[in-house]
């Protein structure tokens, strides 16, 4: 079994190169900027409500605009968005900054700018996945998104771990300051990405271009059956908001910390030995054995009652976890049409963002109204049972075969022999 990373894209793919560094710049920035907010609001409202009130503040723009951003990345130059909503970012981040430095910070100010950077993130993200995908040939695409998803679980363990040590001993200020100068870098690297001609028409920008990618979703049932699979997990068994109340069980100092670092640590560890995975060809199967994997690990967790056999249970289901995404991400870019890539990264977009905001609700809800170790072991158990029902209910899913599949000969066929920008 071959284990490590394939680094080919990166090697031979200039474009693709830029892009993966851009977006590590970017994210790791963010990453830092995201805990420093909410480290900020807490320290001048000294309110768990207001902190709370973030991820209200970010769910609906996060629809509609995830939603749009996905129309306009079939209809505009995908390469433009990237830019404008960069720079759109860059001026949230600098506003951020300026209010860090005076001498009364405003609160309603870190909530516009939370309302904005949703806003600019969703609109840029379909755009992102959309161009990747088109500088990628289709050989390339399984080690291109297990690099891209390397890139992002790596920002989120050191963006948060670099934006609290600043933010406690420095200020607000030095992990604003640092997002500004991220933002400048990687507007440096995607002004060199040289993006691509269309294969297709562009979309008109219209609400039923909207929902032409909504019933192309729908008559796809082996997609649908990937959103609704990673929707599942994360609403029946997302842990995030619990991991503060099992660490109080444990009388271990840095038992918070672990906890919050093993589910990283494991999609890190699938990510490092994930060449295994360019041998696999049946992805709707490993995706809904890897989610089936995911509600596993998160059972243990709940239930264990030692704290190396939850960090154990988180592990895994980070391992898992990361080897869903990496099959979806590269059933997606092979088998979807340039043409309306856009659309269905918005959609998918919501699938991985909306499922862990109403999944840590439930899970509130559930442990309120149970136990917390009846909220994590029964929501594992049951996202095992969904996706296993689910694997069942669209069998176009389980049967897909890259080797096979029409829409991937089609895509394919469609996609250029390589990267050859400088």
């Not at 994360?234 to 038992?255: G, T």
């Not at 709707?284 to 059972?299: E, P, R, Y």
Request: charged letters at 10%.
């Amino acid at each position: 079994m071959k284990l490590g990373m394939d680094l080919q894209p990166l090697r031979t793919l200039p474009t693709f190169r830029r892009l993966f560094f851009a977006s590590a710049v970017t994210n790791l920035g963010s990453q830092a900027t995201y805990v420093t907010i909410a480290f900020q609001m807490s320290v001048l409202t000294h309110s768990v409500l207001a902190v709370g009130a973030i991820g209200l503040v970010e769910f609906l723009p996060l629809i509609i605009f995830g939603l749009y951003g996905g129309v306009l990345a079939d209809a505009v130059n995908r390469k433009v968005m990237l830019l404008v909503t960069e720079v759109a970012l860059l001026g949230c981040s600098g506003a951020l900054l300026i209010n860090s430095l005076l001498d009364a910070p405003s609160v309603t100010l870190l909530y516009v700018v939370i309302g904005a950077q949703v806003i600019a993130a969703g609109l840029q993200s379909p755009s992102l996945d959309s161009l990747r995908q088109q500088v990628v040939p289709h050989e390339f695409q399984a080690a291109a998104t297990t690099l891209s998803m390397f890139q992002r679980t790596v920002a989120s363990i050191a963006g948060p771990a670099l934006g609290g040590l600043l933010a406690v001993s420095v200020g607000c200020w030095s992990v604003y300051g640092l997002d500004v100068v991220s933002f400048l870098g990687s507007l440096v690297l995607l002004a060199r990405v040289a993006a691509p001609a269309r294969v297709a028409a562009a979309t008109v920008v219209s609400f039923n271009a909207l929902w032409s990618g909504v019933r192309y979703a729908v008559t796809r049932r082996d997609l649908l059956g990937t959103y609704l699979i990673d929707l599942s997990a994360m609403l029946l068994a997302y842990p995030i908001a619990m991991l503060p109340f099992v660490a109080q069980q444990f009388h271990e100092r840095f038992a918070l910390a672990l906890l919050y670092a093993a589910l990283p640590l494991g999609a890190l560890g699938a990510s490092l030995t994930s060449r295994w995975s360019t041998k696999v060809h049946h992805y709707g199967q490993a995706i809904a054995l890897a989610a089936s994997g995911w509600g596993l690990g998160i059972a243990l967790f709940g239930w264990s009652s030692s704290l190396s056999l939850a960090i154990l249970g988180l592990f895994i289901a980070g391992w898992a976890d990361a080897i869903s995404a990496i099959f979806r991400g590269t059933m997606w870019n092979q088998s979807i049409p340039s043409e309306v890539r856009g659309r269905m990264g918005g959609i998918e977009l919501l699938s991985y963002s909306v499922g862990p905001t109403l999944g840590q609700s439930r899970s509130g809800a559930m442990a309120a109204a149970f136990t917390l170790k009846t909220s994590l072991v029964a929501g594992g158990l049951a996202c095992t049972g969904v996706c296993a029902g689910l694997a069942a209910a669209l069998p176009s899913m389980w049967r897909f075969d890259v080797r096979t599949d029409a829409n991937v000969a089609l895509v394919k066929s469609l996609q250029p022999d390589g990267d050859e920008s400088a």
